[in-house]
């Protein structure tokens, strides 16, 4: 049964009044955290990369991590968020591009790394959003993975 803290903390006489023992309840709750914890597939991943540096995600294959696992979920798109490098009181030295540096590197990795064509279409870039880079990833009949294992993010 617990303890009776445990017991007071989760309601414990409210289970008993709803005619629940204090088993079924528990499952009930393991359940419900099974549930928000799954993933939909076809979900679009998006993940914020504010806060690091280019030479963390890009130039060490990060990068390319991100996107392997991406496709072993069975997910169709990823946006990276970068951030578009603006309204710091600094002006850039790319005044026609709608990111900054770190979304520069990016969508060269992108468009040139050819070990990352395995799961993008690179054609399908989308860079019309500032700030962020969309990608389109190929197929993947059988995902294999739920969730992102990349130490330090």
Known sequence: ???PA??????YDLVRKCGLRWSEFLRFLSNIQLVLNTRIRGEKVKIDLHGYHPSEIVFNGTLGKIVEQTWEMGENELTLIHG???NRGITPGFVNTNT???GLCIRQALRHDQSLRRWIKYTTLDCREMGSTTIRLKANPNPTRKQFDIPGM
């Open 100 to 102: 900054g540096y770190f």
């Open 6 to 11: 445990l017991r007071d903390r989760l309601g």
């Open 1 to 3: 049964m617990g303890s």
């Open 84 to 86: 578009h490098g603006r």
